[in-house]
Each structure stands twice: as structure tokens, then as C-alpha cells.
């Protein structure tokens, strides 16, 4: 009986063994880009995204110029949010991603109010370098972004 036991303790462990190296095997084989889950952390807040995710959330950066400084007022949009203005100076540089959609909101003014693009990352296809809008009393849209 006692012999009974370790052959079959010994047939356990043995399937174990082989099931255990099985497993390590299968996943070294196993082992493509799209599915090692990893996380990161990204902007401000508290955010986490799957890393085969994260280029898809890369952004790009454009610069903004107010052609006439005493206008100062002119906000700029990003998908609806006022994201900046110019109070502080003639130039802003805005974060954006792939597909946010740029709006000038000149409806505090009666004049005419222009708005240049005069930098972008290399990353952006769209909206094209030195696009220029102009508005009065307005929300007139710079172009949707397209990331390269």
C-alpha cells in the first residue's frame, strides 16, 4: 500500500513538472507585441492604457500667433474646450492629438482678428504651416489634426 502511494505521489509530481514546463514553453512561444499587457501613466491625470495603445495617443504640438496684439482675447478650441488665449502673449503652443478639431473663437470682437499657424511637430500632416484663419465675432475652425 505504501508502495501504491509513492507511484502514484511520483506520477503526480512527474505530470506536474511536465505541465509546468509545458506552460513556460507555450509562452515563450507564444510571446507577439499586441499581447503583453503592460500599462503607463500619461498626462495629468490619473490614466492608464494598454502600451500597444499608446501610439494612437501620441500628440503633436502646433505654435499659434495673433497677428494683432491688442486682441488679446481670442481663445483657441480644442474639440469644443477652450485650451488657451492670447492674454499673456502673441504666441501659444498647444498639445494636441490625432483627430481634435482647432477652432479660433474671436466672438468677442468686432474686427476682423487673425490667427496664424507658424509651427507644428514633425508629426502632423495636417492642419499645414502658416494656415491662417481669420474671425469676427466667430468660431471659425483651423482644421481637424491628422498625426502621421
Do not use: H, R, W
Not at 58 to 77: A, R
Not at 123 to 129: G, Q, T, Y
Amino acid at each position: 500500500m505504501d508502495n501504491l502511494f509513492k507511484k502514484i505521489e511520483s506520477i503526480i509530481l512527474t505530470f506536474a513538472i511536465i505541465g509546468l514546463i509545458s506552460l513556460i514553453c507555450i509562452q515563450f512561444i507564444n510571446i507577439k507585441d499586441e499581447n503583453i499587457i503592460s500599462t503607463t501613466k500619461f498626462n495629468n491625470d490619473i490614466k492608464y492604457i494598454s502600451l500597444n495603445k499608446f501610439n494612437e495617443l501620441e500628440n503633436g504640438v502646433i505654435i499659434l500667433k495673433l497677428e494683432d496684439n491688442s486682441q488679446e482675447n481670442i481663445s483657441i478650441l480644442i474639440n469644443g474646450e477652450k485650451k488657451g488665449d492670447f492674454s499673456k502673449k502673441d504666441e501659444i503652443e498647444i498639445n494636441v492629438s490625432n483627430n481634435d478639431l482647432i477652432e479660433i473663437d474671436g466672438t468677442k470682437y468686432m474686427d476682423k482678428a487673425t490667427v496664424k499657424l507658424i509651427g507644428i511637430s514633425k508629426n502632423i500632416e495636417s492642419p499645414k504651416l502658416d494656415t491662417i484663419v481669420s474671425t469676427s465675432q466667430s468660431i471659425e475652425i483651423l482644421g481637424n489634426v491628422k498625426l502621421k
